[in-house]
């Protein structure tokens, strides 16, 4: 039977897991471009969940057309108080900003999301004690239906962006026999003997069930508007109409799936960051 995950499910059970321990004393920080809708949204979700685990949660509005060095030197100044204990840059960033530029500001100490070079870096020669949030989500939904990794001869990342893609690809490495690594614009024919799919392109809609493994897994990080304006992932969950009911094993929809995890996932790394 195909199983629709719920991100909200497994989110909140990781929420209700951090609210037994002990509250961290500090502050996070997330910084946000004004006007970005997107953005905000994703940042007011954060916020609900911080309020609920109760967590000071302080928001810096930032200026569309501010430089890289005054962004830089805000998320220094705020990221360097002593009780500043996690620093979030909320992407994207407008083009004329240098993201690793101004991420590199972030302390290792405080980087909840890995985004310098320095984090993300520890975590590719496994010496982080943290793991991208992305990559807790693919772990978070496989534990929740009782896959194990071991049992999945081929796997497929399509979208090799820095916050899903990249670190994904690079946990899956040593995980998989056969990882295929795809972009915007790659041949998705290699998807049709994947076992596992995981996107994050960005683009509403690029693939259809019938081009995958009948009893394969979809984890969707996708996130983008369709032409009639609606949210919809990277997986078109339409398409699962003009195939058997049960061609899919899993797959997480968009909204309710891998984004509410992604933000549980934030969360425990600032505790992670904060024990005593």
Sequence with gaps: VMQKIS????????????KTKPLPKKFLAVFLIEEDLASKSFVLQKEKIAKEIGIDFRIYQIEKNITNDVFRKKISQVANAKN???VIVQLPLPEHINQSYVCNAIPPSKDVDLLSEKMIGSFYNNRSKIIPPSVGVVECVLKSIGVDLSSIKKAAVVGQGRLVGKPITNWLLAKVPHLVALDKGSDLKSLEDADLVVLGTGQAGLIKASMLKKGSGVIDFGYGKDETGKLRGDFDENSLSE????????????????????VANLFKNFFDLNEE
Excluded: E, M, N
């Design 84 to 86: 500043c204990g996690g």
């Design 7 to 18: 991100g909200l499910r497994i989110a909140q059970d990781i929420v209700d897991r951090l």
């Design 243 to 262: 195939v058997i009911s049960d061609y899919l094993s899993f797959y997480t929809p968009t909204p309710g799936g891998t984004g509410p995890i992604l």
